[in-house]
């Protein structure tokens, strides 16, 4: 099996149990590892012969982040023949083709941060900007009023 197809596996068996975060965390993990015992000199074969059956790998870490108090799907996919055609277990799922974009949550947690800040900074540079024309205003306002005040 070729690190591809292992990856593609694993993806597909974790997101049965896990998150996607979860998923695309540890998927990014053995990518690194298959990547770095490669340059240390092991043949791609070792290193997937090594880490074994993929779909046993996913069911070890769905039931270890049970086991942690973190679960999330079912284990439907391990009950079920997972076939080694990617088109037919997307045909059979009704899942859309293509890849799909997984952003870890520190990343979520800063998009949403900075978009806050943008919110708030555009905020006070309005507030900033009309202050002038506001203050002003309201001194003929209370001009007005303190002159109508003493003609009565």
């Known amino acids: 099996?070729?690190?591809?197809e292992f990856i593609e596996r694993l993806q597909r068996a974790l997101a049965a149990g896990i998150s996607s975060s979860q998923?695309?965390?540890n998927v990014?993990?053995?990518q690194d590892y298959i990547d770095a015992e490669?340059?240390?000199?092991?043949?791609?074969?070792?290193?997937?012969?090594?880490l074994g059956?993929?779909?046993l790998l996913a069911k070890s870490i769905i039931e270890a982040n049970k086991h942690a108090g973190v679960s999330y799907g079912s284990n439907q996919a391990y009950d079920e023949e997972v076939t080694?055609?990617?088109?037919?277990w997307e045909a059979d799922r009704g899942t859309?083709?293509?890849?799909?974009?997984?952003?870890?949550?520190?990343?979520?947690?800063?998009?949403?941060t900075v978009i806050v800040l943008l919110i708030i900074g555009v905020a006070t540079y309005t507030l900033i900007s009309f202050a002038p024309v506001i203050i002003g205003v309201l001194v003929v306002v209370l001009i007005v009023k303190t002159f109508q005040g003493r003609s009565h």
């Open 23 to 25: 998923v695309a965390e």
């Open 53 to 55: 059956d993929p779909r």
């Open 96 to 112: 859309p083709k293509g890849r799909s974009i997984v952003l870890p949550g520190w990343l979520v947690m800063l998009i949403v």
């Open 1 to 4: 099996m070729e690190k591809t």
């Open 38 to 50: 490669i340059r240390k000199g092991r043949s791609e074969k070792e290193v997937m012969e090594s």
């Open 28 to 30: 990014r993990y053995y």
């Open 84 to 88: 080694d055609d990617a088109q037919e």
